[in-house]
Structure formats: structure tokens, C-alpha cells
């Protein structure tokens, strides 16, 4: 091979790995009891990956339907979109001031939403803010879409292990007008922490005044109270205000569908004239990155959503998954308590949703890993990956660790 090819690649340097599966591989390899709490996967009482059983039950029938096995639309699996944006809305938006298409999961909903705003606001001039702390792969993906002015706003108190709701508002305010925010909906990654329903009527307000541009990301609804419809309070409410927003939607952690990366990507607009031309720039991004989707995760999410009876017991068993996080919540508190760990705890069963971010040092979160208690350095930990065995090593480790370091 001639070296002048080769040459254009000598500019390129290693890039660090991604944060959370560079630290979920070393988990996952490391040997001898272990906590493993890095990837926000939902575990059963033995720790082990949990298929959900309505899921595999839909898995079942699929095998004897008679599929269509070729392409599906570049927008997706049309009856799937129609059942996912159901469970976001529910009534509360007309049809046709809704536009929607399925993603590859929520990092695809993320993705594409970004792209599809760059059509719409300058991406070089237009701030985006995005919460502090968030998921960390938000800040791979703003940039990766084109935009240059990513700013954060005030979320997350240390001191009060609590939102900083003053901060919050202040950073809205305070934000050039026509700013975009990226707003958990629910069940905050990394943090666990979320506003209350009056907080949300406040920032619904602002965020109106100030006629900023709102991308929620929704990756947990149903893990956070249990409950779908409580865990869609903030975009339901959104809506009713009169905001125009996008949405981002996924499957992978309420049906458990982590490798299907089934989701959706739903706009809600004032005017119901533009839709069509909302859906034709998401359908030519789409088009000119994977053509159009995988069909099994959708085939599977519209089955479960649209079967009476397999949909009572997926919440069922949703409420039952959101109950064992609470409970390992809960086993973890009364240990700390029981050890008389210094430090207030309380934080660790009012936070929601699977993670919780424990409030350690980043000195701290080193021993426990080097420990095998696998938290992030943030001290994000998954309480959904907790057994009762792991809740007391965790417990154990943390507490020598804020003794000793
Ligand atoms: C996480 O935050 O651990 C999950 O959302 C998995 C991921 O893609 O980062």
C-alpha cells in the first residue's frame, strides 16, 4: 500500500474510551466477589440479566406470525410509533401536531434530534444546554451532531445532595432567549434526583418566557415511580402548557431490549402545517445515516403494548422492578445507618429511578473500585444491578471509604 494514504491518518490520536462501558468491561472481567453497579441495566435478585417474561412471551408469538420480512419504511414500524407515543402522551396531544419516527433507542433519538435542530437553529450560534452533571454520552453527541456552544446549567447540589432548583431557574433565565435545553423527563441520569411537580409547572413557565427550544430525553419512564403515567408527568405537562418539544424515547431499560435499540423520536409542534416538512428532514436524515430501521424491536414493543393482557403484566412487572430498586434503596440506607457511616444518607431513598449518585469523593469512588465495588468516579451507582449480598459489600466498602480516604 502506498504510505500517502496512510499519511492522512497520522493526524488521527487514540481517543480516551467512553466512561461507562470502558468501566463496565473491567468490571465484567474483574475476578473474586464483586460489585458490579457501572451500566444502567436492570439485574434480578441474583444479579443475573433479566429478559423481561412479557417480553419473551411476545418473543414467542412472533416466531409463529407471519412476518413481512423486507424493508420497513424509513420512518419505521408505523403501529409501533403509534403505541410508543402513546404511553408518552397519551391524549393530551391532537395527531396531527405530532410527528414521530422510530430510532435506533434513545442514544438514536438523541442523535437524530440534535441533527434535525441544526435544520432549524444555527448550530454554531445557538447555546444548548445540557444539566450538570448528565449522562456523559450527551456531551459525545451534541458535538458529534455539529453543535459548537454547549453550555451547562445548574442541576445537581453537592452540599444538599438535592436539586439546585434556584441555580436551575437562574441559568434558564438568564439563558440567551431561544436557547435549547436538554431536560431529563424522568428518573435524572446520572443523578436520580428529578423536580416535583410544582418545580416543573415553574420551569415549564420559564421555559416559555423565555421561548427556548426544549429536548426531552426519556429513557426510564416507568422506573421511576413505577407507574407510566407519573413517570410522563413532565412531557404531559409540556404539552398542556402549549411548549413545542422534541422527545426522545427508549425502550432498552423498561422492556429490557438493551441490543434491539428500538425507540422514538417524537416532535410536538404548534403548527400542525409544518409536519410534513418535519417528518421529510427526519426522513432524509434517516435515510442518508441507516436507510431505516431494525423491524424485531418494534415488532416486539407494538406486541406487548397492544395485547391487552401481555400489557398488564409488563406494568406489572415494571411496578415489580421499580419495587426492587426501592427495596435495594432501602437496604443499602439501613446498613449505612446501621454502621453509623458518617454522613447523611438520606439521599440514597430519595432519589429515583435506577441510579443513585452516592455523594463521595472522586478519591473515594478509586477505593471502592479498587475494591470491586464498581461506581463510577462520579459515584453514579446502578442500585437495579444490587442483590441483598452486593448491597452489604457496597455498603462495607463505602464505609471504610469515607473513613479512610
Ligand atoms: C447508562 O447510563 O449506563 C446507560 O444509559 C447505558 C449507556 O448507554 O450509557
Known amino acids: ?50 429478559p423481561l417474561k412479557t417480553v419473551r412471551k411476545a418473543e414467542q408469538r412472533l416466531l409463529d406470525m407471519n412476518l413481512d420480512y423486507e424493508y420497513l419504511p424509513i420512518a419505521g414500524y408505523k403501529p409501533f410509533i403509534d403505541e410508543a407515543t402513546k404511553i408518552i402522551y397519551a391524549d393530551t396531544v391532537a395527531p396531527d401536531h405530532l410527528v414521530a419516527v422510530q430510532t435506533l433507542s434513545g442514544t438514536g433519538a438523541v442523535a437524530l434530534g440534535a441533527k434535525l435542530l ?19 454520552n450527551h456531551h459525545a453527541i451534541l458535538p458529534a451532531a455539529g453543535w459548537k456552544d454547549i453550555r451547562s446549567y445548574s442541576y445537581y447540589d453537592p452540599e444538599t445532595m438535592s436539586l439546585d432548583f434556584e441555580g436551575m431557574k437562574k441559568d434558564i433565565h438568564t439563558a440567551p432567549n431561544g ?15 428529578d423536580p416535583t411537580h410544582a418545580q416543573w409547572e415553574e420551569i415549564a413557565d420559564l421555559m416559555l418566557a423565555k421561548k427556548h427550544q426544549v429536548f426531552f430525553d426519556s429513557a426510564y419512564q416507568g422506573y421511576a415511580s413505577g407507574s407510566l403515567d407519573e413517570d410522563a408527568f413532565a412531557a404531559r405537562l409540556f404539552v398542556k402548557k402549549g411548549i413545542q418539544f422534541l422527545l426522545a424515547q427508549s425502550f432498552s431499560k ?21 409536519a410534513a416538512a418535519v417528518k421529510t428532514h427526519l426522513e432524509l436524515l434517516i435515510r442518508a445515516n441507516y436507510s431505516n430501521p431494525p423491524a424485531h424491536g418494534a415488532r ?30 432501602r437496604t443499602v440506607y439501613n446498613e449505612l445507618k446501621r454502621l453509623e457511616t458518617p454522613g447523611s444518607w438520606e439521599h440514597v431513598i430519595n432519589q429515583i429511578g435506577m441510579f443513585s ?46 473513613r479512610t480516604v
Open 1 to 50: 500500500m502506498s504510505t500517502s494514504s496512510a499519511d492522512k491518518f497520522d493526524k488521527l490520536s487514540t481517543l480516551p474510551p467512553d466512561s461507562i462501558f470502558h468501566l463496565a468491561q473491567k468490571a465484567k472481567a474483574a475476578t473474586g466477589p464483586k460489585a458490579d453497579l457501572i451500566i444502567g441495566a436492570y439485574r434480578d435478585e441474583h444479579g443475573r440479566p433479566y
Open 179 to 193: 436557547s435549547i435545553f436538554v431536560l431529563h423527563q424522568c428518573a435524572h441520569n446520572p443523578t436520580g434526583v
Open 300 to 329: 416486539l414493543v407494538h406486541l406487548v403494548l397492544s395485547d391487552k393482557e401481555l400489557r398488564k403484566e409488563w406494568e406489572a412487572e415494571l411496578a415489580d422492578m421499580a419495587g426492587r430498586i426501592r427495596t435495594m434503596r
Open 118 to 136: 441544526t435544520h432549524v437553529y444555527d448550530p454554531v450560534t445557538t447555546p444548548i444546554y445540557l444539566s450538570n452533571p448528565t449522562w456523559p
Open 357 to 402: 449518585f452516592l455523594g463521595l469523593t472522586k478519591e473515594q469512588c478509586q477505593y471502592c473500585q479498587d475494591h470491586n465495588v464498581f461506581i463510577t468516579l462520579t459515584g453514579r451507582a446502578n442500585m437495579a444491578g444490587l442483590t441483598h449480598d452486593t448491597a452489604l459489600m457496597l455498603v462495607k466498602t463505602v464505609d471504610e471509604a469515607v
Open 254 to 274: 423498561n422492556m429490557g431490549l438493551y441490543n434491539e435499540r428500538i425507540g422514538t423520536l417524537s416532535v410536538v409542534l404548534h403548527n400542525p402545517e409544518k
